[in-house]
């Protein structure tokens, strides 16, 4: 296909804009990107919380035709409800996918496995070709948080993805490492194609707004599992340099454990800081020497941390917590974009703290470099183009 005006493209989430979701925003711009490519493009997603005229305000001037699905938000819902609520999701999208008459239909992984499980089969009965957008790779990466704790389950669900993967008309995952697993499974990897997201929220480096007074390392995002945080919080509180300053800003569920860790270690270098909008926390990051990324063994295989990307666009070297020889840790170390160890030693985890602390004054000189050379990867026109391709393409 290259861009013929009787192609219908068909895009399909959960969440779409104006919802305030980083994917559902990289669904509006990847849909504007494609849209003149194509003789029409739908988008089927939920109703946003707030706002539906903005959506269909877009949609009219984007010539998008827009299909609703009309449900109560299940945030802080019992699972059995969320679980009804994706029950509900997937008879829509069935009844979408039997009413459509689209020749390409992208799908995402949220719900996991079985959304794309649902576009699978109706291909075969309606004959579009699909794209299946792999943000994370399931249900590796809930067995391997402990959602999915049985190997029977895990089996059956693998075999059902491992089909999605092969039948997909183009898969789009983000790193060389989700690739491998796929491969992994023992699919062909011949139709996956590796995009990584693009930086949300970036600002020019002013390099006179970094606390000089101290030097700080700052982790944003929400203090939750997957990213080894008690492992990490507790070999930052073995760091004896003068005048260092940790601080996680976010909430989560593990905030209070990691909060123990540090008042049993009797020490106040680190600090936790409320949730802020994003807006707030990229000014935290013109503010602060280092970006903490952080990620437990083997989450690299099934998920890639956007958190570093966003970093990188705001000038903010990185302190990572990565598996050894991973596309990221690689990424870090050969292009001198911080210091990234394997997160299986808090004492290498303390020796990269130094080293990062001994040349602070190298990295602050590189704040515009780093953010240039960020741009020159993840930013939105460059992984926009990639869609396109990867989309409008044969």
Known sequence: MTGKQDEHLLVIHRYFWPENLPYAIMLKDIVER???HFGQVTVASGDPAENIALREQWAAENN?????????SVRKRSKIVKALQMLSYLFWLLRVLLKTKATVVMVATTPPIFAAQIVRWLSHIKGYRYIYHC???HPESMHHSGAIRSNILLKLLAKIDKKNVAKAWKVITLSKDMQATFAARGNNTNNVVI???FIFNSRPVVPEAIEATSIRFLFAGSLSYFQNLEFLVQ???QVKIADVEFTFLGDGPLRKKLEDIVSQAGVDFIK?????PVDEAVVEMHKSDFGIVSLAEKVTAYAYPSKSMMYLGNGLPILGLVDSDTELMCFINENQLGVAVAPNSEQAVVNAVENLVSRVKEFRSQREH?????????HKDVILEKFKKAIVND
């Not at 936790?272 to 802020?276: A, C, G, L, R, T």
Request: hydrophobic share 50%; no cysteine; net charge neutral.
């Open 370 to 378: 780093i953010q240039a050379l960020a741009n020159q990867y993840f």
């Open 272 to 276: 936790f800081k409320d949730f802020v």
């Open 235 to 237: 070999a930052l509180t």
């Open 64 to 72: 998008v035709e827009l299909i609703r699905y009309q449900a109560q």
């Open 34 to 36: 494609v849209r003149s």
């Open 135 to 137: 943000q994370d790779i």
């Open 195 to 197: 995009i990584n997201n």
